[in-house]
Nanobody
Framework: QVQLVESGGGLVQAGGSLRLSCVAS????????MGWYRQVPGKQRELVAT???????NYAEFVKGRFTISRDNAKNTVYLLMDSLKPEDTAVYYC??????????????WGKGTLVTVSS
């Protein structure tokens, strides 16, 4: 069983910063790509940023220059530092990890999400 647990969401004023964390736990062989997605009610979940095990990074255009994704492979953790937050960044942020388990390789797992609210 693999679990992803996010933390760090909350309420912040526009222009402020938040740092999200996501820890993977359970039984697995290897964590491949990790990433962050977000969703607002009535809209599809969208990619925010991903980071491969080797460090290759991909950002959505709307967060380039403001958000920074990083990971600590030894701690099975991915981070998202969000600076210069805007009200339109308000969403539930979900952690995603592509993981090799003993039974299945390359399976996607999701956290339950953490709410980020940016006030104007």
């Amino acid at each position: 069983q693999v679990q992803l647990v996010e933390s760090g969401g909350g309420l912040v004023q526009a222009g402020g910063s938040l740092r999200l964390s996501c820890v993977a736990s359970g039984s697995f062989v290897r964590i491949n790509t990790m990433g962050w997605y977000r969703q607002v009610p009535g809209k599809q979940r969208e990619l925010v940023a991903t980071i491969a095990r080797g460090g290759s990074i991909n950002y959505a255009e709307f967060v380039k220059g403001r958000f920074t994704i990083s990971r600590d492979n030894a701690k099975n953790t991915v981070y998202l530092l969000m600076d210069s937050l805007k009200p339109e960044d308000t969403a539930v942020y979900y952690c995603n990890a592509n993981i090799n388990t003993v039974a299945v390789w390359g399976m996607d797992f999701w956290g339950k999400g953490t709410l980020v609210t940016v006030s104007s």
